[in-house]
């Protein structure tokens, strides 16, 4: 994520600061491959519509991805039970 993607996504720099933070292998890979998922579409000429706060946008998918256990469960069938907090 070193150049802008779009001019569309704001907080690039931001979002990469929170990028390189992640230590976690598993994590790092998941949201890599979140992000080669955006970057495929903005080629594909398919930008957000309107300006996107991409710190903002990263910030929830580490969140999301260091939840091994839950993404386990989910690609596997498995019951998930309520949505954590």
């Given at each position: ?47 957000p ?8 946008v ?5 969140g ?6 839950l993404?386990?469960s989910?690609?596997?069938?498995g019951?998930?039970?309520?949505w954590?907090?």
């Open positions: 994520m070193a150049e802008a993607i779009t001019d569309g996504l704001l907080y690039q720099k931001e979002a990469q600061v929170l990028l390189d933070a992640v230590t976690d292998k598993t994590t790092r890979d998941l949201v890599g491959a979140f992000l080669a998922t955006v970057y495929r579409e903005a080629q594909s000429g398919c930008p519509r309107t300006d996107l706060d991409f710190e903002f990263v910030r929830t998918v580490i999301f991805c260091e939840q091994h256990d993404i386990r989910i690609v596997t069938g019951e998930i039970g309520a954590p907090e």
